[in-house]
């Protein structure tokens, strides 16, 4: 259903109608160095199954399914770049609408959304025309015509012809998922307004040869989006697949600029106003020094009682999840958003603790700053552990805070949360 390969800023990548997520084996290869790559297979396609096959298919169904995915391999409020290519980058328009606060970048080749166009709009009566055609010919008990049709309109006359005929009958057998596609995009709500506030990064990619709809939805897309790249290259709507020396490289270079942009914002944050919930400040900050003090910490660290824990020493690729130290009793990951936690200087640590988790009473040494990103957490001050005076500190949360508190915590149903604070530590 879905691949998953290197470490780093999560890159998701959606494939075309007719194809899997092996269209993008050689972007993954060469993103893979720098980002974690994900390539998901949509609905119908290599390993993903149909969850029904009749005409109440939907778009919001393929985007439920990416959603579905990308919560079993991301944090719920974890940010990320998407890719899309023809009806996966209407899947990807999709995403981006139900959830803009997730992206860090969009990056759409040829995406046919013409249900963004009007009703009367040639592109989009010449795509439908396509899928009545396509739908009469497989009516007609005659798919291999249909595909055939499909085929060499997107890819040029004579392509279907050309390929051996176990591709021929493989593609053939795709056509229904194909038809419920077009029905898909066709009776999909006009919504365009979203498109105006959409303060998101995003790379317009196009062939110089593809069929007019896909050209007029780019050009659609790029008079309404406000933070737009445009890029047009020598090849036709599969350029992806048949240019990918070309393609490729300007969709890593497109990441990259966003991802750096993205990293200095980031690192640029000011402090955080006392703008948490009353009575949250102090106990917050206790439990995110804490948690920071156990990843920075050198040789050893000291508890509330003075007693001597072993400090695990954690190399920590940039972004790259990782388990947390021994003295989480009980799991829990973490990955480095920006700086280093073992050297002198600022970071900021995204860090996932799981039901039911428990940390006893310690002290804090350090000031630094916390983000409830998602879930719930309980924290106690004091060296009892959880106390009447407890506080829950619930998704949305976050304050500036100094040290010296002795605090614990508990959760219940586990929690997502940003640490930003500065380094070495020392117990």
Known sequence: MFHEEGQGKAVVLLHSSMSSRNQWRALAEQLR?????????????????????????????????????????????????????????????????????????????????????????????????????????????????????????????????????????????????????????????RITSWLRDFDVPVCLMHGNSSPSSARRVIAFLAALLPRIRRIEFGAGHMGPVTHPDMVNPEIARFISSSASEDEHTVAAMPEFPSHAPRGAGGLAKAFAIG??????????????????????????PANAWRELPQDFSNAGRYAVVSGDPRAPGGFIVRIELPPGFELSPRRAERDLQLVVLSGEMTVSRGATAHPAGATNLKSGYFAAFGAGETYSVSTKRGVALQVFGTCPWKG
């Not at 393929?62 to 719920?76: G, T």
């Not at 997107?154 to 029905?183: C, D, H, I, N, Y």
Request: proline share 6%; net charge neutral.
């Open 33 to 189: 160095s720098r980002y974690r790559v994900i390539t998901i297979d949509l609905l119908g396609y290599g390993d993903s199954r149909m969850r029904r096959r009749d005409t109440n298919y939907r778009l919001a169904d393929e985007a439920r399914h990416v959603e579905s995915v990308l919560a079993n391999a991301l944090l719920p409020c974890e940010t990320f770049h998407l890719v899309g290519h023809s009806y996966g980058g209407v899947v990807a328009l999709s995403l981006a609408q139900r959830a803009p606060q997730r992206l860090d970048s969009l990056t759409l080749y040829e995406p046919l959304a013409v249900h963004l166009l009007p009703p009367r709009d040639p592109a989009r009566l010449e795509f439908e025309l396509l899928g009545e055609r396509v739908g009469h010919d497989a009516a007609a008990d005659n798919a291999t015509a249909g595909a055939a049709r499909f085929i060499d309109h997107w890819s040029g006359q004579g392509s279907f012809s050309a390929l051996p005929p176990l591709k021929q009958r493989a593609f053939t057998a795709l056509l229904p998922k194909v038809l419920m596609e077009f029905r898909a995009v066709s009776g999909e709500r």
């Open 291 to 316: 948690l920071a003090a156990l990843l920075c910490a050198g040789p050893a660290t000291r508890g509330l009682a003075g007693e001597e824990n072993q400090a695990v020493e954690i190399p920590v």
